[in-house]
RNA sequence: GCGAGGAUGGCGGAAUUGGUAGACGCGCUGGACUUAGGAUCCAGUGGCCUAGCCGUGCGGGUUCAAGUCCCGCUCCUCGCACCA
């Protein structure tokens, strides 16, 4: 790309030059404090219109722009509109990557602390964010790693340590060996680490917990939100409920083991039993013979990495062990196995297989030679039952399934199903069963063994055991004075003043938890602290928290569908039964948007050298161009390629806005025989359809239909400059809506421009337009004409026509008129809106 | 495999309840102004065998009328995936 602004010599005094105009602007705008709001003015409705706030990496890229800026518009639109718009931002300042950066630098024997790096990318950041030209409330910033913030995090710990909801648990994690620390489910991609790409380990080791499960039925609810489908499905799966029921089966040596199923109508088709490798009953009930086969199996499992165990999704394996159960239906003696296609994290990790029905058993039972006992007859089936089909999922009869025998199978889950309820009941009935409802979901983990972190408020005392730091003591700080490990390992760990401290309960000899909260914990909840973010008393403020939230708009990336999104709506609830907070949801409206990817139509990444330089453009062509470009350039959920070519178009269009307005007309005076009331007429046309418009896409998120509209609009003033003096004050009302219209999207060059008008005030504290009705394009709708019910012609109506009009323009139309002459009319009728018939005698 | 979304000119993309397909922009072509044009302005720009015909991934259907509705496919993107 090269230069593309005109050179300094074409340069007249008054032509558009962004750089000047933004640079003024933005500093105006900063000393008249235009974008502080005033939490407690209850003179206009509220509206909390919140945009996902950044790890502070140190640059802005094109993503941040992309995300920000329409949010930017669309936020200064609902404030043209009479809202008072709150728009804060902050920074999700924990993380991994300022800790790897401080790690990588420690073993090239340098001192960087994370802290330090991370305070001096905010300050750059914040520098880049001003250039865009957002309304955001700087005075309302929260940054996560700052003890006033993460003392909360700690102080929210507490209170759900309390109630159980959180809790310390031994338990298999995912271990990532590069990083060093655990990662929650969510944060495991595939069998990797989110960040580092690394083959995910499992581990035995005793974890905090949040107790998410807890949440998981008010979490499928999407009551009265307005949320993209796309979503709501994401974080539904994740949930992944399932209504079954629990059975008990009884292992020969008298281990209850206790199996989930969705199908307990096919409870009499279960001809053996699967275990977890990881089962605590392996060890007990594997016989002498089979101990050296089970032992390697559960050996090797254990060696397997999540990603191991996903590619193997074709062949199945397991060992038999020896010992068998009793299925307490019909007290048959079943063999038990061990099979890693069994999960030890879902359900009970254990399952009553049922070859018949269920494919994975029946792939199973194949490979293994194992009885499969059918159990439903299908409907259309006229084969003897000895020669069914030895897999059969769909709805039938039942068969060979002793009390449900006859009993009709309709295929769906839960009681819904009569097979299914009568499975149920005879179950409750002989005591070895219920209904029993499962998640996939699991509790949340919380624990991270790195540095760059809220420290977690617990000590263990060799006395007491587990002790809460009191609230008092809080914050607990994280100390600064930390060498870092070129390990890896947390400097915690190695920092005495921090670990060895006090019991908070009996004084004695007692270490402090090193490992700190995942970052997910700070963005659960740093919504709520943008309505107070120094308030040293309390984590919120109950007045303010009532009146601004839920958030009525809430913007980002799809990335965050199941983490983020679905931790803020666990910690609202969470927040709620502390009695904290009123409100059951924290977003009711979200919108994500879409991602711009590099010419090569790939993600843009340094890696790949393919990353676009927003402050490049924005030298180049101006902030209200890049904005306004990154808002054209599609439709914004969708996102796409970036294209060099198309900012020109934009900039270009800005240009012409500035030549409208500012330009002395060097033109001749118009021909005397123009038109001018055709001319003025058509302006207002034009404005009033552009107000129209532009309403209804800002409003719907739909910026680049938007900034088409307000193109026409400049273009079709284009056609009546050449008259200005001639249409004297309607020009100038032409102007003034233009920039109404444009304020949200380009603020910078709608606010000169606004002033070089010599209108009053600034353009971003005026109400947005409203549109004349009767000003609008007098459309014209086509109408099929028919005759005796044949279409004889198509006739152009005016919209809003009244009936006795359009059937003379009809009876009008030659076509018609030739069968309409011959015979006489005895009804006429406008139906469908868009048909005339004629019905004639004669 | 399951779920969600999509397929429209050379390109990004527009099209209320079915009602002139291709708004707006890019690119391209021609012209004007120019020492020059990669600046600006004007005109044109879906295709073709151009009195007209054909065109919204493919094949059917409903309708006076289908990008839009119905049936059957193909391909693409994203999410989930041995969840019992």
Redesign the pocket.
């Known amino acids: 790309m090269?230069?593309?602004i005109?050179s300094s010599d074409?340069v007249q005094a008054d032509r558009y030059s962004p750089g000047e105009v933004e640079a003024k602007w933005q500093e105006r705008w900063r000393e008249r404090r235009l974008y502080e709001v005033d939490l407690h003015d209850d003179s206009r409705p509220k509206f909390y219109f919140l945009t996902m706030y950044p790890y502070p990496s140190g640059d802005l890229h094109v993503g941040h722009w992309f995300a920000e800026a329409p949010a930017d518009a669309a936020a200064r639109f609902k404030r043209m509109n009479g809202y008072n718009v709150l728009f804060p931002m902050g920074f999700d300042a924990f993380g991994l990557p300022a800790e790897n950066a401080a790690i990588r630098a420690a073993r090239q024997g340098e001192d960087v602390h994370p802290a330090t790096l991370t305070y001096q990318r905010i300050e750059r950041m914040e520098r880049q964010y001003d250039q865009m030209g957002a309304m955001f409330d700087w005075s309302k910033k929260v940054i996560t790693c700052d003890p006033e913030y993460y003392k909360w995090n700690q102080w929210f710990f507490l209170k759900m340590y309390e109630r159980g909801i959180a809790y310390r648990k031994e338990s298999f994690v995912n271990w990532d060996p590069v990083d060093q620390t655990v990662l929650a489910n969510e944060q495991v991609?595939?069998g990797r680490g989110e960040r580092s790409g690394a083959l995910i380990e499992r581990r035995l080791m005793p974890q905090w917990h949040f107790k998410i499960t807890d949440y998981a039925d008010e979490l499928l609810s999407f009551e009265g939100l307005d949320w993209p489908?796309?979503i709501r499905?994401?974080q539904t799966?994740?949930i992944?409920r399932?209504e079954?029921a629990k059975v008990v089966f009884r292992s020969e040596q008298g281990d209850d083991i206790e199996?989930?199923?969705?199908?307990p109508d096919t409870l009499w088709g279960a001809t053996f039993m699967v275990l977890?490798p990881e089962h605590p009953l392996v060890e007990k009930l594997t016989t002498p013979d089979r101990r050296d086969a089970v032992r390697a199996y559960v050996e090797r499992a254990s060696h397997m990495t999540e990603l191991d165990?996903?590619a193997?999704?074709r062949e199945?394996?397991g060992e038999f062990i020896g010992a068998h159960a009793l299925n307490p239906v019909n007290g048959e003696r079943i063999p038990i196995w061990i099979a890693?296609?069994?999960?030890?994290?879902?359900?009970?990790?254990?399952?009553?297989a049922?070859p018949y029905g269920?494919e994975?058993?029946h792939?199973f039972a194949q490979k293994f030679h194992l009885e499969i006992r059918p159990v439903v007859r299908p409907d259309d089936s006229r084969v003897p039952d000895e020669e069914l089909k030895d897999l059969w999922t769909g709805p039938g009869t039942m068969i060979n399934s002793g009390p449900l025998n006859g009993l009709r199978n309709n295929g769906e889950k839960g009681r819904a199903n009569p097979a299914i309820a009568a499975a149920i009941d005879h179950l409750k009935g002989i005591g070895a069963g219920e209904e029993q409802v499962?998640y996939?979901l699991r509790d949340w983990l919380i624990s991270r063994q790195r540095y760059w972190g809220t420290p977690i408020p617990i000590v263990y005392c060799d006395d007491c055991g587990i002790q809460p730091e009191k609230e008092e003591n809080l914050p607990v700080l994280l100390p600064d004075d930390v060498a870092f490990m070129p390990t890896g390992e947390s400097p915690l760990k190695h920092h005495p003043a921090f670990a060895e401290v006090a019991c908070p309960n009996c004084g004695g000899k007692a270490h402090r938890e090193t490992d700190t909260m995942d970052t997910f914990v700070d963005s659960a909840w740093y919504w709520f602290r943008y309505l107070s973010p120094h308030d040293d008393a309390r984590p919120l403020d109950p007045e303010l928290v009532k009146r601004w939230t839920p958030v009525d708009v809430y913007t980002g990336g799809?990335e965050h569908?199941?983490l983020h999104l679905l931790y803020a709506r666990f910690f609202t609830k969470v927040l709620r039964d502390l009695g904290l907070v009123e409100i059951d949801e924290p977003f009711l409206k979200l919108r994500n948007q879409g991602i711009i990817l590099g010419a090569d139509n790939e993600k843009m990444s340094k890696s790949r050298g393919n990353v676009v330089n927003p402050d490049e453009l924005v030298t180049q062509y101006g902030a209200d161009t890049v904005r306004a470009f990154l808002m054209?350039?599609?439709?914004w959920d969708?996102g796409?390629?970036w294209?060099y070519?198309?900012i020109?178009?934009?900039y270009?269009?800005l240009?012409?806005v500035w030549?409208l307005v500012v330009e002395q007309e060097a033109k001749p005076e118009p021909s005397p025989d123009a038109d001018l009331d055709t001319v003025a007429g058509e302006l207002k046309r034009a404005v009033h359809n552009a107000i129209k418009e532009v309403t209804e896409d800002l409003g719907a998120f739909?910026f680049?239909?938007a900034?088409?509209e307000l193109?026409?609009l400049s273009?079709a003033m284009?056609k009546a400059r050449a008259h200005r003096a001639a249409l004297g004050p309607a020009w100038s009302e032409a102007v003034r809506e233009l920039l109404l219209l444009l304020a949200p999207i380009a603020p910078h060059i709608a606010e000169e421009l606004w002033e070089r008008s010599g209108f009053p005030g600034s353009v971003h504290l005026q109400s947005w337009p409203s549109y004349d009705e009767s000003a609008l394009v007098a459309?014209?709708?086509?109408?099929?004409v028919?005759v005796n019910g044949k279409?004889r012609g198509?006739v152009?109506v005016p919209v809003g026509a009244e009936d006795s009009q359009v059937l003379d323009i009809a009876r009008a139309e030659p076509n018609v008129a030739r069968y309409l002459s011959e015979g006489q009319v005895v009804r006429e009728i406008v139906v469908?809106?868009?048909?005339v018939s004629f019905v004639v005698k004669g």
């Open positions: 090269t230069q593309t005109p074409a991609i595939d489908e796309r499905v994401m799966n994740w992944g399932s079954g199996v989930f199923t969705t199908r977890a165990r996903q193997e999704t199945k394996t890693d296609y069994v999960l030890m994290g879902y359900g009970t990790g254990a399952i009553m049922v269920d994975r058993d792939e499962t996939r799809v569908a199941i054209f350039i599609g439709p969708q796409g390629p294209n070519q198309g020109e178009g934009v270009r269009f240009h012409r030549a739909r680049n239909t900034i088409a193109m026409t273009n284009g459309e014209t709708v086509q109408m099929a028919q279409v198509q152009q469908k809106g868009r048909m």
